[in-house]
């Protein structure tokens, strides 16, 4: 029997017009990878004993995957709402914005705000959801930020708001 866990809160549907397209198109490569696996699965299932058999063992684990991953995106895609217009007032922090901060010590840290489903740290784009977005959420230029982080709360200040991906950070 396992242990029991409550369910994880609902991420908000909100996504980006081309991070919707990258699950779009990452659902059909799940697919096509999909039937390949099938027929390596079924070539190692004609092999024997299938308790020995890492191969089939392997193609089961990874068939699993790629189902979990297909049935996901398969519920998920049709609940997003893709925002791909910029908001009225461009000098507000909303979804989609390029924000630029300064800390304490004049380091300058720049994120963009996505959905749930497209973040990447590596990029600078952080969820809506997490706590630096929310702390965001409709700040203006050079209003204050305080973020609670692990390490306690960190004080930033808003130095550019933009919503154009061609002069990002």
């Not at 070539?43 to 024997?48: D, F, L, R, V, Y």
Request: aromatic residues 8%.
């Amino acid at each position: 029997m396992g242990r029991y866990r409550p369910p994880a809160e609902k991420s908000s549907p909100y996504i980006t017009r081309e991070g919707y397209q990258t699950l779009a198109d990452e659902l059909k490569a799940l697919w096509k990878r999909r039937a390949d696996v099938t027929r390596a699965l079924t070539a190692a299932a004609a092999e024997g004993d299938r308790s020995e058999n890492a191969e089939y063992i392997y193609r089961k684990k990874e068939l699993r995957g790629i189902d979990r991953r297909i049935r996901y995106l398969q519920k998920r895609l049709p609940d997003l709402k893709v925002v791909s217009d910029p908001p009225t007032d461009q000098s507000m922090v909303f979804f989609g914005a390029w924000v630029t901060l300064e800390d304490d010590a004049g380091v300058e840290t720049c994120y963009r705000i996505v959905g749930a489903d497209e973040f990447d740290p590596a990029r600078g784009w952080i969820s809506m959801d997490s706590p630096m977005a929310r702390a965001l959420m409709k700040k203006t230029l050079d209003d204050e930020v305080r973020v609670a982080t692990p390490d306690g709360d960190s004080d930033y200040v808003v130095i550019d708001v933009r919503y154009s991906a061609a002069d990002n950070c």
